[in-house]
């Protein structure tokens, strides 16, 4: 039968079950805690309702060993995650990673949450709007590196984390494989993303031999020191390198850097500056190349 009001938080609300970590038997795990680390889904009291926005409302199979997710468009379809995926990155597997990644994406598109109607931007009651964003992938960059795409809980966590954006202590370069701890409390200077110290969210994956994307043609072997433009570390890797370069989150293209290869006409022209001028140019060549062909 579906949850009732009082469950989510009667359940998961104390130091004695933040230590039974869901598992197979289906142990316990206090959510409560975890939304007052520096990032989190959810800012101010939890309630049972942002618990539901995606948890599935069913009591029948609550402690099977799995974690049920509800779509975040449509109630009816569900996402199954392995418990211990659900709360030890160690244990993801590329199932989980997929589910997961399906999962969060339907709600960080264009219309948010869609099932919540007038809140489908907005679905949590401590506010903050759902962002757009896609993975972080090469698959639609037209650059040298062989192709990779990386899953959303392979770096993100589910509700709150020590590190800023919810990234979690451990990044999963593969599923079963690990590389961390991950530091990222700043933007720029210590405990930005490339500080030199090797614990960046980027550096720790790009120095790592494993990384489906490696050998990399630029920031191999992780820190961003290059001839062409200098010494970069401790500035804002995301100037650059956006998680979402193009505005449209079915492009695989997340992180790559600005311009042309990375993210097409369209992604020049969502970008400003010298981008739309540059797409434009291209594309009247382009046309103006067609028509000489057919004389």
């Given at each position: 039968?579906?949850?009732?009001?009082?469950?989510?938080?009667?359940?998961?609300n104390?130091?004695?079950?933040?230590?039974?970590?869901?598992?197979?038997?289906?142990?316990?795990?206090?959510?409560?805690?975890?939304?007052?680390?520096?990032?989190?889904h959810?800012?101010?009291?939890?309630?049972?309702?942002?618990?539901?926005?995606?948890?599935?409302?069913?009591?029948?199979?609550?402690?099977?060993?799995?974690?049920?997710?509800?779509?975040?468009?449509?109630?009816?379809?569900?996402y199954?995650?392995?418990?211990?995926?659900?709360?030890?990155?160690?244990?993801?597997?590329s199932?989980?990673?997929?589910?997961?990644?399906?999962?969060?994406?339907?709600?960080?598109?264009?219309?948010?949450?869609?099932?919540?109607?007038?809140?489908?931007?907005?679905?949590?009651?401590?506010?903050?709007?759902?962002?757009?964003?896609?993975?972080?992938?090469?698959?639609?960059?037209?650059?040298?590196?062989?192709?990779?795409?990386?899953?959303?809980?392979?770096?993100?966590?589910?509700?709150?984390?020590?590190?800023?954006?919810?990234?979690?202590?451990?990044?999963?370069i593969?599923?079963?494989?690990?590389?961390?701890?991950?530091?990222?409390?700043?933007?720029?200077?210590?405990?930005?993303?490339?500080?030199?110290?090797?614990?960046?969210?980027?550096?720790?994956?790009?120095?790592?031999?494993?990384?489906?994307?490696?050998?990399?043609?630029?920031?191999?072997?992780?820190?961003?020191?290059?001839?062409?433009?200098?010494?970069k570390?401790?500035?804002?890797?995301?100037?650059?390198?956006?998680?979402?370069?193009?505005?449209?989150?079915?492009?695989?293209?997340?992180?790559?850097?600005?311009?042309?290869?990375?993210?097409?006409?369209?992604?020049?022209?969502a970008?400003?500056?010298?981008?739309?001028?540059?797409?434009?140019?291209g594309?009247?060549?382009?046309v103006?190349?067609?028509?000489?062909?057919?004389?």
């Open positions: 039968m579906p949850q009732t009001a009082t469950n989510c938080i009667n359940c998961h104390t130091a004695q079950n933040d230590t039974k970590v869901a598992g197979p038997s289906g142990g316990r795990r206090s959510v409560t805690n975890e939304f007052i680390y520096a990032s989190h959810v800012s101010g009291t939890l309630t049972n309702a942002d618990c539901l926005v995606c948890h599935y409302a069913e009591t029948n199979n609550h402690k099977d060993g799995l974690v049920q997710l509800t779509d975040p468009d449509n109630a009816a379809i569900t199954t995650e392995s418990s211990a995926g659900a709360y030890r990155p160690e244990g993801l597997t199932g989980d990673v997929a589910a997961l990644t399906a999962f969060c994406q339907n709600c960080h598109d264009d219309n948010g949450a869609a099932r919540l109607g007038t809140s489908a931007r907005n679905p949590f009651s401590g506010g903050g709007n759902v962002k757009a964003v896609g993975t972080h992938s090469n698959q639609d960059f037209s650059g040298l590196e062989q192709k990779f795409y990386v899953g959303c809980a392979q770096c993100h966590t589910s509700h709150g984390s020590s590190n800023l954006a919810i990234i979690h202590s451990q990044v999963v593969t599923p079963g494989l690990m590389s961390g701890p991950v530091v990222f409390t700043a933007h720029t200077g210590a405990g930005s993303r490339d500080n030199g110290s090797g614990d960046g969210i980027c550096v720790i994956c790009h120095a790592h031999d494993d990384n489906p994307g490696h050998p990399m043609a630029k920031h191999n072997g992780g820190y961003h020191i290059r001839d062409d433009i200098g010494n570390l401790g500035t804002d890797c995301s100037t650059c390198h956006n998680h979402e370069p193009d505005n449209n989150t079915a492009t695989f293209n997340g992180h790559m850097p600005a311009g042309p290869n990375a993210v097409g006409l369209y992604g020049m022209l970008q400003g500056g010298v981008w739309p001028v540059l797409g434009l140019v594309m009247l060549c382009a103006i190349i067609q028509r000489r062909k057919h004389r």
